[in-house]
């Protein structure tokens, strides 16, 4: 299974299926592809496989995710679609102490590689973490927030962060 199909399986159970929440900026929403987003995209007969081939065009192949090793190519790809490119890109830029601009381009990618060759878990985990922090601090600005949103999101942290550890278990035998 490529690192696209992986990512994307682990995003989609997240994302669920079509909504239209009051307190979703997004407006109608399908697997994650909101009307917003997509102004001229029939969000309520969105097909999975539309859903998935947006998102290899418009998210991982945008950010280049090809070119980042798995498992955090997977973490930016969740960032991204949950809270939007500039945010995630942004945070990476900002743990990677370059310039942020909010696009993977070259200095991006070899800031990345640079630090996962010395410590790719250590990336992960601070990279998940500034997220987490990020999506804390959302529900807390906003009461409609923890209570339309809140534990959805602090079980999407909590999950992530698990699913983090198991991609560094190491089986010898």
Same mark, same amino acid.
């Given at each position: 299974?490529?690192?696209?199909?992986? !990512?994307?399986?682990?995003?989609?159970?997240?994302?669920?299926?079509?909504?239209?929440?009051?307190?979703?900026?997004?407006?109608?929403?399908?697997?994650?592809?909101?009307?917003?987003?997509?102004?001229?995209?029939?969000?309520?007969?969105?097909?999975?496989?539309? !859903?998935?081939?947006?998102?290899?065009?418009?998210?991982?192949?945008?950010?280049?995710?090809?070119?980042?090793?798995?498992?955090?190519?997977?973490?930016?790809?969740?960032?991204?679609?949950?809270?939007?490119?500039?945010?995630?890109?942004?945070?990476?830029?900002?743990?990677?102490?370059?310039?942020?601009?909010?696009?993977?381009?070259?200095?991006?990618?070899?800031?990345?590689?640079?630090?996962?060759?010395?410590?790719?878990?250590?990336?992960?985990?601070?990279?998940?973490?500034?997220?987490?922090?990020?999506?804390?601090?959302?529900?807390?600005?906003?009461?409609?927030?923890?209570?339309?949103?809140?534990?959805?999101?602090?079980?999407?942290?909590?999950?992530?962060?698990?699913?983090?550890?198991?991609?560094?278990?190491?089986?010898?035998?």
């Amino acid at each position: 299974m490529s690192d696209f199909d992986k !990512a994307f399986e682990r995003t989609i159970k997240f994302e669920g299926g079509l909504s239209c929440h009051k307190d979703d900026k997004g407006g109608i929403t399908k697997f994650g592809i909101s009307s917003s987003s997509y102004p001229n995209l029939d969000i309520t007969n969105l097909t999975i496989d539309k !859903a998935k081939e947006i998102y290899r065009k418009d998210f991982w192949n945008k950010l280049k995710l090809d070119q980042i090793q798995f498992p955090l190519n997977a973490l930016i790809f969740d960032f991204t679609v949950h809270s939007g490119q500039n945010r995630a890109v942004s945070s990476l830029q900002e743990i990677l102490s370059i310039s942020k601009d909010g696009i993977i381009g070259h200095t991006t990618l070899q800031a990345i590689k640079n630090k996962s060759e010395q410590n790719l878990k250590g990336l992960c985990i601070e990279y998940q973490h500034k997220r987490t922090l990020f999506i804390l601090n959302l529900i807390l600005s906003k009461q409609s927030y923890w209570d339309s949103f809140g534990r959805g999101w602090i079980n999407r942290m909590v999950q992530s962060s698990n699913w983090i550890e198991q991609q560094f278990i190491y089986v010898t035998s």
